[in-house]
């Protein structure tokens, strides 16, 4: 049975293999497709990429540990029918030394251009899951919480005593990924 996280919730992972999974439906209502991308940032333990090559997304889909995947850019939300359109895999066996945490964002492309917000975004969410047998572990619906803002810190994967746990960080922003990799950098 799956949580239905809260923002500051954690959650023991126990997995070696986790999925994160981003869906939404499509929806014209601006006059453009809501493009929403997921991104994962590893981070090391001064909360910064060790390397550019730590942001896996889109244009990036594979960090350099093979630790970290990303499935490709969905335009639309009308890659599944109810399930997840853009996913994220984290293999933690890979994952390089000089990470100490995983931060998941997810962002609406040239939202300020579309004048769109999480809050037009039709059945959005983002989720945490088994990626060996694709079983649920907690989802965070995302057009609940974040009603204006464009760019989201969904949560978080870090490492407290060799022990891979999960934090529900539900920040929401005004701003694109330019904003995270500026912090992030």
Do not use: C
Request: overall charge negative.
């Amino acid at each position: 049975m799956a949580i239905n996280l809260q923002k500051g919730q954690r959650i023991e992972i126990g997995l070696q293999k986790v999925g994160v999974g981003l869906g939404w439906d499509p929806n014209m209502s601006t006059g453009y497709d809501f493009d929403l991308d997921a991104s994962a940032f590893m981070l090391g333990e001064n909360k910064k990429l060790p390397l550019e090559e730590f942001l896996v997304f889109y244009n990036n889909p594979v960090s350099p540990d093979k630790a970290v995947e990303s499935s490709g850019d969905d335009r639309t939300g009308g890659n599944s029918d109810g399930g997840d359109d853009e996913t994220i895999t984290v293999d933690l066996s890979k994952v390089d030394p000089r990470v100490q945490e995983i931060v998941f964002t997810v962002i609406i492309h040239e939202a300020e251009e579309r004048r769109q917000n999480f809050g037009q975004v039709h059945n959005s969410y983002i989720r945490i899951y088994n990626a060996l047998n694709n079983e649920e572990i907690a989802k965070y619906d995302l057009d609940e919480d974040f009603s204006i803002e464009t760019a989201v810190e969904f949560g978080r994967l870090y490492k407290r005593g060799g022990v891979w746990k999960f934090e529900a960080m539900g920040n929401g922003y005004k701003g694109g990924l330019q904003y995270f990799v500026d912090k992030y950098l």
